[in-house]
């Protein structure tokens, strides 16, 4: 479905308000909800930073982070959670059900922690069939089972026909972060290289040729995985890691944009390193869309100091989901807060961040 | 909307399947998903023992309490979540997103934990106000403050018009739970005496006076608190408390009967004993609802030693949550895993577990 864009009306008299509670700049060019808000672009990222952070009024939130990293009963805990509303609930390569534990798995892991326990909450729209609520539940338990992890407590709630799309999962989770790492966006440092662990933009075209009937050639496949086995091992070899994140939502270009600006350095990749698969590239070309901005759902971005990105690298190659690790670029001292790429032709481009949606309900 | 009940056809060929799933007694009476699965009545119960239970196959789950216990780091917690799809999203008394934090906070408080952490998605709907929004997320900042937990990590998607209602919202809360206590449903015994906290009934009573546009005379007002601060200085006097529980959807009844069968004991309540305001019996004999088992959000059940039942109710009684606290009932050693209501005139009648749905979307 296209976004629908609702351009700010010169004539409002006022804005949004709602029993006390009055739409904060620069939303109140959007009063309603639109597909952008859920993008994980410079929408959602207004949406956070003017709606709920001031709400909740909390440091940890406003760190942004793919999880908290709290202390609890003396131990030090990354808690994080996700929503998943992806369409179709079966795609090549997954379903729902490894999405909703995987994503939070990956979550947990860029912080450094070795996840351990999940919640699920399942909203089941009426009429859907039992029998896609098994399979997604077998689904669900055969990937925790896969990563690691406990599904711990779980929830459901139904709501009527009309008001849900089958099934929608939330899922929290906690782990145990590892003693000694410390890695936050914060800690790019000028001079730092960036590491991708793998092929970029799969899972948003797997969905997508779902999702259109397109065939790009080969069959895309997604790459949802649970990558915390892939960061224990790079955690061993390298403890001193600066950055981890994974691309999802908006794409290596917005996690790139969110720690560049976080930690208020530049970061220039080389476009040609990029390892892009050449059914995602025609897939892309086809459909108009940027490999760096499509989603990805077992891979991750690492930041760290330049003399332990060969060793890194090395570990990273050794094991299954980092084989095609590969160096995408660099921390620079120049423009703070900006990601340009360097064309094959030697120009300089910037990878901003979008502002809405490009794929809607990738995840 | 009324629950759409599927009769079993008796001439179904064979049970639904899909891809290597097939669906088990008895859900295959009710092949697709109707209102009755989000009840937290029998049919809740069935999708959980029947279908979640195998696919996630670890013990913790199969418990079925509110919140599971686990050991991490040295950290003795509980974890719980709830999705929230309360319809509607404001009324008396309060909000989905009070609604969001205290339904968390009590699911962790009934395991004798202190809440401390809160994760927090929203699924949003294209098209909902963004003022709505503001006003909700308001209303879970100020609930989660009074609750005393931070919103530590969150997360929003958008789904398109029509496959939403507004806003719905996950909590998962981690706590810590108190050295020393051993709160579970299996440990409710024989010759031990059940509290509950106050008057019964009028969280759910409050969202059907505004969604039917009923009204009872007096406006009824959700009960919807935090019970931490309760639960806090009911371990303080009892630290053997034996079992804690909120009885949500479903109301007292369904709490009552799941104790009885996973304690493996019989629950004798005495009727002119429940303290159900005018205004909710009214509502329920106008609306043909049974106190019992209709919806509460700031109420707890407690089971208790005889001998330390004084103390434990001159405790809650002293706390503003408390303060209409009773004694309602006794655990048996007759008809274990049943619960019967002596009546005013002596009778006694079965207070069994709802099949499907008595008031949906309640929370």
């Known amino acids: ?61 406003a760190g942004l982070t793919d999880s908290a990293v709290v202390t609890l ?10 929503s998943f509303v992806v369409q179709p609930l079966f795609f090549p390569g997954g379903s729902i059900g490894d999405l909703a534990v995987n994503g939070t798995v990956n979550d947990l892991a860029m912080s450094g922690a070795q996840p351990a326990y999940l919640s699920c909450g399942f909203i089941l729209e009426e ?63 000028a001079g730092d290289v960036v590491i991708i662990s793998g092929m970029i933009g799969v899972h948003g075209i797997a969905i997508m040729s779902v ?18 086995g892939l960061v224990a091992a790079m955690l061993d070899t390298t403890p001193d890691l600066h950055v981890l ?4 939502r908006g794409g290596v270009a917005t996690s790139l944009n969110e720690i560049a600006k976080a930690a208020g350095v530049g970061i ?16 892309c070309s ?24 060969d060793e890194l690298l090395a570990t990273m190659r050794a094991h299954p989901l980092g084989a095609d690790a590969a160096v995408i670029g660099e921390c620079v001292p120049d423009h703070p807060g900006m990601v340009v790429t360097k064309t094959a032709f030697g120009a300089t481009r910037v990878v901003d961040t979008p502002i809405g949606e490009q794929l809607p309900r990738i995840c």
């Open 1 to 61: 479905m296209a976004e629908q864009v609702m351009l700010p009306d010169p004539a409002m008299p006022d804005p949004p308000s709602f029993d006390g509670w009055t739409c904060p700049l620069p939303l109140r060019d959007h009063p309603t909800v639109v597909m952008g808000h859920g993008g994980g672009g410079q929408m959602s990222a207004e949406l956070i930073e003017h709606l709920f952070v001031p709400a909740f009024s909390n440091p940890l939130l």
């Open 127 to 189: 009429g859907v069939e039992l029998s896609v609520v098994g399979r997604i539940a077998k689904d669900l338990g055969t990937a925790a089972e896969l990563a690691g992890v406990i599904v711990a407590t779980g929830d459901t709630k139904v709501v009527d026909t009309g008001h849900g799309d089958g099934v929608y999962i939330n899922t929290a989770g906690i782990g145990l972060v590892r003693d000694g790492v410390d890695i936050r966006p914060q800690r790019a440092a």
């Open 245 to 248: 994140r994974d691309p999802t």
């Open 268 to 283: 220039e990749l080389t476009e040609r390193n990029l390892p892009i698969p050449e059914t995602v590239a025609n897939a």
């Open 73 to 82: 009963g003396g131990a030090h805990l990354a808690f994080s959670t996700d």
């Open 286 to 309: 086809f459909l108009g869309l940027d490999p760096l901005y499509v989603a990805n759902e077992g891979k991750l971005l690492a930041i760290v100091a330049r003399d332990q990105a």
């Open 211 to 228: 999702r259109e009937g397109i065939s790009f050639g080969t069959e895309v496949v997604s790459d949802c995985a649970p990558l915390n």
